[in-house]
């Protein structure tokens, strides 16, 4: 599987170029309805997320339906990991959906390589509405100053735990400015209690996790000119924690990892109770409260360095359309109804951040859980450090398979960490070129 899907991010670019190359953002040749109200088309979505937000999603698209009964939605959606997958081999085949979630750590690679639709004419004739969006909100979606995406929400991570959980252990409370080297002992401390302290983030998609360590040790995972943006040192000292940590015992071991790797929410390592913390998206809170019926869960920033730089990156969900979508005014008007309409918000609430709207935001502010409320708070203290994240370069998907792959190597004992960081090193420099 990891060759194969390796040999897929190899050919994506080459792919991608042949395939979607010179198609326009504005063609209005593209079979589009004008108003949305006589022609019968059909339209797909796709979106990742697990069991609670297909049903929040698919509640939207009914209420699109009801509102718009000529346009029929085509629904699709998987687990993170399998998403990002499929869209990659979709695009590749000329296949993708007209409507597809995007989010600002991969957007660059797809609009890059002329895979979305170009966004501003839709804003201009208003059949997007950007008016009740922050500026800095807008200008998250854009690439080279390009307008490819629309926020849904706005996030930051956050580690979960149970204080239920830590008061019955008698283990301390993470410090809401913990830093690394208290994650580390935090860990270590747990295991000494029979339970692992978290799952194993040593790999994977290298954001936010590996991504904050880069930026707390002074650096970030790529410059602005696309460049890889952190040192061999800093990764080696990266998998060299979670390597101490795995050979203590203190993490799943390689083989748990990869069982639980694509499990659903409710039954992954956190929430099954095998593991005492969990890294998550903190709009996400409310999931897992629903999960446990002892306790309310709390959050907890990410770690830092002592003296080393502090602070969230700006992070969402967004939405956007692929270059050849044959109905780009009908996902047009499938966007705005999502992002602006009180009967879309009514079910969205905050299920992938803060809505993009900030008249949207106050709509649902009454009809939040005192869960999303929480996860509310913990966002907008975070938001007063936050700042834009640096663009992901052409290749960062197959870049980050690569990072997947040598982390998995050392986890599975087949590679020590310096010989993994050498190849890594190696292949993103190829990668990036």
């Not at 339209?43 to 929040?56: N, P, S, Y």
Request: with cysteine; net charge negative.
């Amino acid at each position: 599987m990891k060759k194969l899907r390796a040999l897929i991010f190899s050919l994506i670019s080459v792919f991608l170029l042949v395939g979607v190359v010179g198609c326009s953002s504005g063609d209005s040749s593209k079979e589009a309805s004008g108003d949305g109200k006589d022609e019968k088309v059909e339209i797909r979505f796709t979106w990742w997320g697990d069991t609670k937000r297909h049903e929040v999603y698919n509640g939207i698209v009914d209420r699109f339906e009801e509102k718009y009964p000529n346009i029929k939605v085509k629904r699709e959606f998987g687990g993170w990991p399998e998403y990002w997958e499929k869209l990659t081999t979709q695009i590749a085949g000329g296949n993708a959906p007209d409507v597809v979630s995007m989010h600002q750590f991969y957007v660059s690679d797809y609009a890059r390589r002329n895979a979305l639709l170009e966004l501003s004419e839709y804003v201009s004739n208003d059949t997007i509405n950007q008016k009740d969006f922050a500026e800095s909100v807008v200008n998250s979606g854009k690439v080279d100053d390009k307008l490819y995406m629309i926020a849904q929400g706005v996030t930051m991570p956050a580690w979960v735990y149970n204080p239920a959980l830590f008061d019955k252990l008698g283990v301390e409370y993470p410090d809401p400015n913990w830093t690394y080297e208290d994650f580390r002992n935090k860990v270590l401390e747990l295991k000494e209690k029979g339970i692992w302290g978290v799952s194993d983030m040593s790999g994977g998609q290298p954001q936010p996790n590996f991504r904050y360590f880069v930026r707390a040790n002074g650096q970030d995972l790529y410059t602005k000119d696309g460049k890889l943006g952190f040192t061999k040192d800093v990764l080696v000292k990266w998998w060299t924690m979670w390597d101490e940590l795995r050979k203590a015992e203190a993490i799943p071991d390689a083989a748990t990892g990869a069982e639980y790797e694509s499990a659903p929410l409710e039954q992954n390592l956190f929430v099954t109770g095998k593991v005492a913390m969990h890294q998550i998206p903190a709009n996400q809170l409310y999931l897992y409260q629903q999960q446990f019926k002892e306790g309310d869960l709390k959050l907890v920033r990410m770690p830092s360095l002592e003296g080393g730089e502090k602070g969230e990156y700006i992070e969402g969900a967004y939405l956007s359309i692929t270059a050849k979508s044959k109905h780009p005014k009908e996902a047009a008007q499938f966007i705005n109804f999502f992002v602006n309409e009180e009967k879309a918000l009514e079910l969205f609430k905050v299920e992938q951040g803060s809505p993009g709207s900030t008249k949207m935001a106050e709509y649902v502010k009454p009809l939040l859980e005192p869960a999303q409320s929480n996860a509310v708070d913990l966002i907008q203290a975070a938001l007063k450090d936050a700042s834009p994240a640096p663009y992901a370069p052409l290749g960062a998907s197959e870049l980050e398979a690569a990072f997947k792959d040598s982390a998995s190597a050392i986890s599975f004992g087949k590679m020590s960490v310096e010989e993994a960081a050498d190849k890594f090193m190696k292949q993103a420099e190829s990668i990036l070129k």
